[in-house]
C-alpha cells in the first residue's frame, strides 16, 4: 500500500526534517512541543512557524492558516526590522523623577 502524503503542514515539515525529535533539533524546540502541533495539525506559535519555514521550506501559511501572514510578513521579513527602536522598550522611573530616589538623597 502506497503511503499518503502529509495532509498538514506540520505534518509535511516533519517528513522533510525525518522525524519530530530532527524537526524539534532544528528549530531549538522539544520533541513534545512538536508532537503537539502535530496531533492539534497547527503550529500556534507564530515565532516557531517562521522557524519551520527557514528551515523546511514548507510556508507559515501552511503551518497556521488563522494568522494574518500578509502582515506579519511586511513586519518580520521587514530588511531593517532590526533597527527599530520600540517606543516601549525603557520606562521612566515610577512615583516621580530619578532625583527624588532614596538613592539619590542618600548620595546627595
Known amino acids: 500500500m502506497k503511503k499518503s502524503p502529509p495532509d498538514t503542514g506540520i505534518a509535511k515539515a516533519i517528513a522533510i526534517a525525518g522525524s519530530q525529535v530532527k524537526l524539534a533539533a532544528l528549530i531549538g524546540a522539544n520533541q513534545q512541543m512538536v508532537s503537539y502541533w502535530n496531533k492539534a495539525g497547527i503550529v500556534s506559535d507564530t515565532g516557531m512557524c517562521a ?4 528551515e523546511t521550506g514548507v510556508r507559515c501559511e501552511e503551518l497556521n492558516r488563522n494568522e494574518d501572514w500578509a502582515t506579519l510578513r511586511l513586519v518580520l521579513c521587514a530588511p531593517d526590522r532590526d533597527n ?6 525603557t520606562q521612566p522611573p515610577v512615583g516621580g523623577s530619578v532625583d527624588d530616589s532614596p538613592l539619590a538623597k542618600m548620595v546627595a
Open 51 to 54: 522557524a519551520i519555514e527557514r
Open 84 to 89: 527599530f527602536a520600540a517606543s516601549d522598550d
